[in-house]
């Protein structure tokens, strides 16, 4: 098949050498000039992906035409909050040929509060029903090294995540699919949030205990928006829930993680962000489901504090404070 990957970063590089191991045509656009050279040079996505040799097969261009002339499936690999802008340039040059979209992005668009499958289905003007969400625990730089993986396809139509399924399916990356988009989108999108604080858990000196409680918790008001959204609660059990809770809020890979790390040791958000390369998609997702969540009228205390702390400069120690002395309660997954 022929594919195209909108976005060459971490996960897009990452999943490109897999759908080319699998014998797929890859080709991956990028706007990063400076890391298309590189590719070019070195056959390697330094910036992204250190360390990871890339088959010149696989093309890389910051030419859209190459990536729209002609593909079976579009993968959308670029951040959340940038999708829109990158699909209206898409837009301009497609023609819809019954193609299959793929939303490897995890994170919920500010203001319109919109799901990414929902961004393309919008911006596209393709129908929900060929469109996938892929997602789980997975980081790029592992799946990148062939280290056992597993993650879900999702879609409205179980035919089209089954096919995913088999596009990306191999040894090492092993798929399940459902059609439950909403809370497999969801648990990848809001699990970033509480990566977030297992991070500033980790940097403020906090010990298991702590981070064993957040992610508990943490799941349990993940799972509670996610049902007033229309997920399944039993999905937040599964792969793109708990699993990808786990590795976020335990992997030394995380960006999410790292960032609450380094504001638990006092730094700024600003001074986190200004030195980072790649995008933690947690920080914008807090805003999105912090907004949400109050529109909604779900209780999401651990999101609430994150936001405070991310952007009216509350200190981690007094939230985690406000966290431990709220008013007792049952414990009950609506609790
Ligand atoms: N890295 C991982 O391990 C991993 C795993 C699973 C899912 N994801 C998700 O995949 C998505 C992409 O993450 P990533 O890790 O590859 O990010 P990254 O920061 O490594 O790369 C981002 C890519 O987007 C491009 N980009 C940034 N702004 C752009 C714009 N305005 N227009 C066009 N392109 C733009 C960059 O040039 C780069 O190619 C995120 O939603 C992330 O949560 C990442
Ligand atoms: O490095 P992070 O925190 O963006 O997490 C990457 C993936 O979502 C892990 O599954």
Partial sequence: MRIGMIGAGSWGTALALVLHENGHEVRCWTIDEESLNDIRLKQENSRYLPGIKIPSEIVFTSDLRLIVEDPEIIVNAVPSQVTRS????????????????????????????????????????????????????????????????????SSASIETARKIQQVFMNQY?????????????????LKNIIALAAGICDGAGYGDNTKAALMTRGLVEISRLGVEMGARPSTF???????????????????????????????????????????????????????????????????????KVLFENKSPGQAMLDLMTRASKIEDWGA
């Avoid at 203001?111 to 997975?138: D, H, N």
């Avoid at 059609?179 to 969801?186: I, R, W």
């Avoid at 992997?251 to 980072?276: A, F, P």
């Avoid at 807090?286 to 936001?307: D, F, G, R």
């Fill in 237 to 307: 059990a599964g792969l793109s829930g708990m699993g990808d809770l786990i590795v976020t809020c335990m992997s030394r890979h995380s960006r999410n993680r790292y960032v609450g790390e380094q504001i638990g040791k006092g730094r700024t958000l600003k001074e986190v962000l200004d030195e980072m390369v790649m995008v933690a998609e947690g920080v914008r997702t807090a805003e999105s489901a912090y907004e949400l969540a109050k529109m909604k009228k779900v209780e999401m205390p651990i999101t609430e504090q994150i936001y």
């Fill in 173 to 189: 990356l092993r798929i399940y699919a459902n059609d439950d988009v909403t809370g497999v989108e969801l648990g990848g999108a």
């Fill in 86 to 153: 990158a699909l209206s340039l898409v837009k301009e040059i497609f023609s819809d040929q019954g193609q299959i979209w793929v939303s490897v992005s995890k994170g919920i668009e500010n203001k319109t509060y919109k799901r990414i499958t929902q961004v393309i289905e919008e911006v596209m003007e393709v129908p929900a029903e060929r469109i996938a969400a892929l997602s789980g625990p997975s980081h790029a730089e592992e799946v990148a090294r062939k280290i056992p993986t597993a993650i879900v396809s």
